[in-house]
Nanobody, 120 residues
């Protein structure tokens, strides 16, 4: 349906783990970065983790040391391994793919979101 297909969300107890996957359509080219964002009810969407084409990663302070972002360039797929989950991690997680078809131009594609619920 969309350019990005997410999977891996679900319900897990605090301290548990989940792994999210996001596969980008081949129609997206010149990808410069991929990442994960999340939005809890009543809150703004926030950055969780990003990874650049060159492999540099960036994490929100709240998930640093617990989450790991990775990418499979051949499959145009980005992953988010989430360990030691906390109830405050509960949110809809959105995949993001940034591309730059030409110099000075950036485009963001977004997944439909996958629900992650962490029970206490």
């Amino acid at each position: 349906q969309g350019q990005l297909v997410e999977s891996g969300g679900g319900l897990v107890q605090a301290g548990g783990s989940l792994k999210l996957s996001c596969a980008a359509s081949k129609s997206i080219f010149s990808i410069t970065a991929m990442g994960w964002y999340r939005q809890a009810p009543g809150k703004q969407r926030e950055l969780v983790a990003t990874i650049t084409r060159g492999g540099s990663t960036n994490y929100a302070d709240s998930v640093k040391g617990r989450f790991t972002i990775s990418r499979d360039g051949a499959k145009n797929t980005v992953y988010l391994q989430m360990n030691s989950l906390k109830p405050e991690d509960t949110a809809v997680y959105y995949c993001n793919v940034r591309s730059s078809p030409w110099l000075g131009h950036e485009h963001d594609a977004w997944g439909q979101g996958t629900q992650v619920t962490v029970s206490s």
